[in-house]
């Protein structure tokens, strides 16, 4: 037969667990890159000021081209050699700034670049040289900016430079000042502002300033980044694997130790991590607690099994002892005494199996059952009533008292409640002799009951010969049985006062047996001394906590 578990997973030096917190922060981290790197707003508060500061320019430029190169009322005009003159004296201390020019035709009157011989330079390529791990890492990020600059999502279309050079001179030709973006001959991006020459009311020209340099501001800006980036990595690499130690690691260990339980290995090879004050820590113990648990029941199963088969053993030996000896006896007494004797073994085989099912029922119903709300005072009455409604002339009765300001209602399984005071008067009624009586009492418990709850007390009193003193803790075990004087041998099967036990233990209670004498008045020395066994059932109100 082949087996239906679970393949062994081979483990793994890095878990998937490990890779997910990884992942995690680090997404997180790339979102963050991903704003400062592409989506900031750096660039467009950068274009805001060139455009201020380019307008400044502009507009000191077209000032004093409006006092020195224009004249004529009350048409004035624009002395094209004065301008230039004007124009070739200028110092710009915005050497990346480039000035022009304008006629009211739009045609170029002056240009910046060529007045003062200025020179459009391509560099060279560097001769390549080693480069050192920063370095590396700078280009691969440079690299990766780019990539994601040209990505559709982030990429500027050419459509959104809607203006040229001309279109914008034709605006300020009309008395405004024009300022935005647009894309030079190369393709490159230019920031541009062109404000009109007027003198009074009349446009003469337009000087437009424009520069190209707002792309390199904010490569050397995220370069500066670099750094930061590089640290904000390193961090979130330790981070993951700080939490890897702390977190994936003890519960593939916690992973490994149940795999290796279920395999059959010794509950004692938890990981020692229950001593840790966090969630982990609280995992581990509920898990340590649950293996032993297990394990318990695991032993009360084993240990289970060899009482139930020795008790099953003695009545199946006498029936077979019995039906060997059967044909061989011929005296019809002696036959109808071995009848007898099957009979009875047969009727004791019958109640060990019925109440050996019953107990092996309990924990598992007892572990599916809710607490649920048990009018405790109304269950008592209605067991006492049931014996009197069947108690005969000769039956022993069964007397109830409550005493005062005891709560009526308790947590548990109403069921299994009934059956543990069923038993236990009906054991008392077994041992009591002929004209005593059960007396059943419900009282409060001790001050802080199971738990540190309020608990009540059920007692339950017989007036037999008691319990022999060695014998108190015995009464619970499993098939222990005590006979009353009289009563026929297999008529108790031993359970009922463990199954009493194993339902008291599984409501957070407990149950225990003692001996009860009355002591001899002074005046009536006399009179016998009663004694008998008091049973005590100790339940918590409410087991739900």
Request: charged share 25%; proline share 6%; aromatic share 2%.
């Given at each position: 037969?082949?087996?239906?578990?679970?393949?062994?997973?081979?483990?793994?030096?890095?878990?998937?667990?490990?890779?997910?917190?990884?992942?995690?922060?680090?997404?997180?981290?790339?979102?963050?890159?991903?704003?400062?790197?592409?989506?900031?707003?750096?660039?467009?508060?950068?274009?805001?000021?060139?455009?201020?500061?380019?307008?400044?320019?502009?507009?000191?430029?077209?000032?004093?081209?409006?006092?020195?190169?224009?004249?004529?009322?009350?048409?004035?005009?624009?002395?094209?050699?004065?301008?230039?003159?004007?124009?070739?004296?200028?110092?710009?201390?915005?050497?990346?700034?480039?000035?022009?020019?304008?006629?009211?035709?739009?045609?170029?009157?002056?240009?910046?670049?060529?007045?003062?011989?200025?020179?459009?330079?391509?560099?060279?390529?560097?001769?390549?040289?080693?480069?050192?791990?920063?370095?590396?890492?700078?280009?691969?990020?440079?690299?990766?900016?780019?990539?994601?600059?040209?990505?559709?999502?982030?990429?500027?279309?050419?459509?959104?430079?809607?203006?040229?050079?001309?279109?914008?001179?034709?605006?300020?030709?009309?008395?405004?000042?024009?300022?935005?973006?647009?894309?030079?001959?190369?393709?490159?991006?230019?920031?541009?502002?062109?404000?009109?020459?007027?003198?009074?009311?009349?446009?003469?020209?337009?000087?437009?300033?424009?520069?190209?340099?707002?792309?390199?501001?904010i490569a050397a800006e995220r370069r500066a980044l670099v750094p930061f980036i590089l640290v904000a990595v390193l961090v979130t690499v330790l981070s993951s694997a700080l939490l890897t130690v702390l977190i994936a690691r003890p519960i593939r260990k916690l992973a490994r130790a149940a795999e290796h339980i279920r395999r059959g290995g010794p509950h004692r090879t938890m990981p020692g991590l229950s001593r840790r004050r966090d969630e982990i820590g609280d995992l581990s113990q509920a898990f340590e607690a649950m293996t032993a648990t297990l394990y318990d029941r695991l032993g009360a199963i084993e240990s289970f099994a060899a009482d139930v088969a020795h008790e099953i053993k003695n009545p199946l030996t006498s029936i077979q002892s019995a039906i060997e000896t059967l044909p061989a006896v011929q005296n019809p007494a002696q036959r109808e005494k071995l009848l007898k004797i099957l009979q009875n073994d047969v009727q004791r085989l019958n109640r060990l199996i019925t109440d050996i099912s019953a107990s092996s029922r309990f924990d598992a119903d007892l572990a599916r059952t809710r607490a649920e709300p048990v009018n405790l005072l109304l269950m008592l009455k209605s067991i006492v009533d049931s014996y009197e409604q069947k108690g005969t002339g000769t039956s022993v009765p069964v007397k109830l008292d409550i005493a005062a300001n005891v709560p009526e209602i308790i947590y548990g399984a109403e069921g299994a409640l009934a059956r543990v005071f069923q038993n236990l008067i009906d054991n008392a009624r077994t041992f009591s002799p002929k004209g005593a009586a059960v007396h059943v009492w419900l009282k409060l418990g001790s001050a802080s009951g199971t738990d540190g709850l309020g608990a009540i007390r059920v007692i339950v009193e017989d007036e037999g010969p008691g319990i022999p003193p060695g014998s108190l803790e015995n009464i619970f075990e499993r098939f222990y049985t005590d006979r009353p004087v009289g009563e026929h041998f297999g008529s108790h099967s031993g359970l009922g006062l463990a199954i009493a036990r194993q339902i008291c233990t599984a409501h957070k209670g407990r149950i225990w047996a003692e001996n009860k004498a009355e002591e001899k008045k002074e005046d009536a020395a006399e009179q016998p001394v009663k004694t008998g066994a008091r049973f005590i059932v100790e339940l918590p109100v409410d087991m739900r906590t």
């Open positions: 037969m082949t087996s239906s578990a679970p393949s062994r997973r081979r483990p793994r030096v890095w878990s998937r667990l490990s890779a997910q917190i990884l992942l995690a922060n680090l997404a997180g981290l790339l979102v963050l890159l991903a704003g400062v790197l592409v989506l900031d707003q750096m660039r467009e508060g950068l274009i805001e000021a060139r455009i201020a500061n380019l307008r400044s320019q502009a507009e000191l430029i077209a000032g004093v081209l409006e006092e020195a190169a224009t004249y004529g009322e009350p048409a004035p005009t624009l002395d094209v050699p004065r301008a230039r003159s004007v124009m070739s004296g200028l110092y710009l201390s915005d050497e990346a700034a480039r000035v022009r020019l304008f006629d009211t035709k739009g045609a170029l009157i002056a240009d910046s670049a060529i007045l003062l011989d200025k020179v459009r330079v391509e560099p060279l390529q560097p001769v390549p040289q080693p480069q050192g791990v920063r370095e590396r890492i700078e280009t691969q990020i440079a690299q990766a900016i780019d990539m994601v600059r040209n990505a559709p999502p982030f990429k500027r279309k050419i459509s959104e430079y809607t203006r040229t050079t001309q279109e914008e001179v034709s605006l300020a030709l009309l008395g405004e000042v024009v300022a935005g973006e647009r894309l030079g001959r190369n393709g490159e991006q230019l920031v541009s502002v062109s404000v009109p020459v007027q003198r009074v009311v009349a446009v003469l020209g337009v000087v437009t300033v424009e520069s190209g340099d707002v792309d390199d501001i």
